[in-house]
């Protein structure tokens, strides 16, 4: 059965909890998703708050407090914020891929690196406590003087298992966080061998129906092929407009075509914009570069009819905070006039002590 490219929006849209703020906990949302983009501390507030009907604040930082929720380097070796649990689960996964990665990134940098080491020296600092990598880096530095302080860095970064500590601040999170060892802080050991299908499964169940290469791109993994053959009994296969397999859970939701999608803003680096290979379901060809800077930031986006429209940035200025858009192209009234509604909440949610929200359109 071949899916039409608005068909595959709306599937999507479904799982992504975009089709209407769902009413359920913030740890089912975070599950339902698998893991939330937390490069920046900001962004997963506001994709919660696009998704999680009442969503506060406060919900997600109390759930970071009390170490449900952790904030780790994961999918293609970034930040996401996921569940302990789902952490403790699949972090072995990207284990290979993690420790690849400190030679692809580093190239000639990673020669003479001993990983294993590094890694023995910077636990040994970790085990007395949480520090930031300033301080893991000095003392990198200090047992290895002649050593790349960058690059032993980001080497003890992919090869431990580490998580960021959350504070009292407005997002969760400083600029410069503290990292804890994951095992001290969650108080139990990761899954050392763990199946890789249930993740084939949870990824499908938030992105599908979607192909190989779409779980590739959005996990950073690689070759699972054998993933999705090993799975083959208990999925539905489909096709796209351009003829390539797609697949899906069975009973997953494939909404109407004619199902309305309404107006919702999405933060930096959202997943919905970065989790397939061939992302034409949410986003035309032609503005994807309207969305990437050349130093690989994923600006903010809205969604007029389950489709990314434009861009967003919100500004604070001493009691007021306005937020800008700038649409891909001219909008209809009714647009417009939803997107004004829903951006003045959004300023809200950010800025909340602002006295005064303004809207405008680039």
């Given at each position: 059965m071949e899916l039409t490219l608005r068909q595959l929006n709306r599937a999507t849209l479904a799982r992504q909890l975009l089709l209407a703020r769902e009413k359920t906990t913030v740890p089912r949302a975070i599950e339902r998703l698998v893991a939330m983009?937390?490069?920046?501390?900001?962004?997963?507030?506001?994709?919660?708050?696009?998704?999680?009907?009442?969503?506060?604040?406060?919900?997600?930082?109390?759930?970071?407090?009390?170490?449900?929720?952790?904030?780790?380097t994961l999918l293609r070796g970034t930040l996401h914020l996921l569940t302990a649990r789902d952490f403790v689960s699949f972090r072995a996964i990207f284990t290979p891929m993690l420790e690849r990665s400190i030679a692809t990134v580093l190239r000639e940098r990673a020669k003479g690196l001993d990983v294993r080491q590094l890694a023995a020296q910077a636990t040994g600092l970790l085990e007395d406590g949480p520090r930031t990598f300033e301080e893991v880096r000095e003392k990198l530095v200090r047992l290895n003087p002649k050593g790349d302080v960058r690059a032993m860095g980001y080497a003890v970064r992919c090869a431990l298992q580490l998580v960021q500590v959350p504070i009292d601040a407005p997002w969760s999170f400083p600029t410069d966080s503290q990292f804890a060892l994951a095992s001290a802080w969650l108080g139990k050991p990761t899954a050392t061998d763990p199946d890789p299908r249930p993740l084939v499964l949870r990824y499908l169940a938030a992105f599908g129906p979607a192909s190989v290469a779409d779980m590739q791109a959005w996990s950073g993994l690689?070759?699972?092929?054998?993933?999705?053959?090993?799975?083959?009994?208990?999925?539905?296969?489909?096709?796209?407009?351009?003829?390539?397999?797609?697949?899906?859970l069975p009973k997953a939701p494939r909404p109407?075509?004619?199902?309305?999608?309404?107006?919702?803003?999405?933060?930096?680096?959202?997943?919905?914009?970065?989790?397939?290979?061939d992302r034409s379901r949410v986003i035309a060809e032609e503005h994807r570069s309207h969305i990437a800077t050349k130093n690989l930031?994923?600006?903010?986006?809205?969604?007029?009819?389950?489709?990314?429209?434009?861009?967003?940035?919100?500004?604070?200025?001493?009691?007021?905070?306005?937020?800008?858009?700038?649409?891909?192209?001219?909008?209809a009234k009714q647009a417009r006039e939803a997107l004004t509604a829903e951006a003045a909440a959004l300023a809200k949610f950010v800025e909340p002590e602002a006295t005064r929200q303004q809207v405008l359109f680039d």
């Amino acid at each position: 059965m071949e899916l039409t490219l608005r068909q595959l929006n709306r599937a999507t849209l479904a799982r992504q909890l975009l089709l209407a703020r769902e009413k359920t906990t913030v740890p089912r949302a975070i599950e339902r998703l698998v893991a939330m983009q937390a490069q920046l501390p900001r962004p997963p507030f506001i994709g919660l708050w696009s998704r999680v009907a009442g969503f506060e604040r406060k919900q997600l930082a109390r759930l970071l407090e009390k170490r449900e929720v952790v904030r780790a380097t994961l999918l293609r070796g970034t930040l996401h914020l996921l569940t302990a649990r789902d952490f403790v689960s699949f972090r072995a996964i990207f284990t290979p891929m993690l420790e690849r990665s400190i030679a692809t990134v580093l190239r000639e940098r990673a020669k003479g690196l001993d990983v294993r080491q590094l890694a023995a020296q910077a636990t040994g600092l970790l085990e007395d406590g949480p520090r930031t990598f300033e301080e893991v880096r000095e003392k990198l530095v200090r047992l290895n003087p002649k050593g790349d302080v960058r690059a032993m860095g980001y080497a003890v970064r992919c090869a431990l298992q580490l998580v960021q500590v959350p504070i009292d601040a407005p997002w969760s999170f400083p600029t410069d966080s503290q990292f804890a060892l994951a095992s001290a802080w969650l108080g139990k050991p990761t899954a050392t061998d763990p199946d890789p299908r249930p993740l084939v499964l949870r990824y499908l169940a938030a992105f599908g129906p979607a192909s190989v290469a779409d779980m590739q791109a959005w996990s950073g993994l690689k070759d699972l092929e054998a993933w999705f053959e090993d799975s083959r009994p208990k999925l539905k296969a489909f096709l796209d407009p351009r003829g390539r397999e797609l697949f899906d859970l069975p009973k997953a939701p494939r909404p109407d075509v004619g199902t309305p999608a309404p107006v919702r803003f999405l933060p930096d680096y959202d997943n919905l914009v970065l989790g397939h290979a061939d992302r034409s379901r949410v986003i035309a060809e032609e503005h994807r570069s309207h969305i990437a800077t050349k130093n690989l930031q994923i600006l903010p986006t809205f969604l007029v009819d389950g489709f990314v429209a434009g861009t967003w940035k919100l500004d604070r200025a001493k009691a007021s905070a306005t937020l800008t858009m700038k649409p891909f192209e001219p909008l209809a009234k009714q647009a417009r006039e939803a997107l004004t509604a829903e951006a003045a909440a959004l300023a809200k949610f950010v800025e909340p002590e602002a006295t005064r929200q303004q809207v405008l359109f680039d």
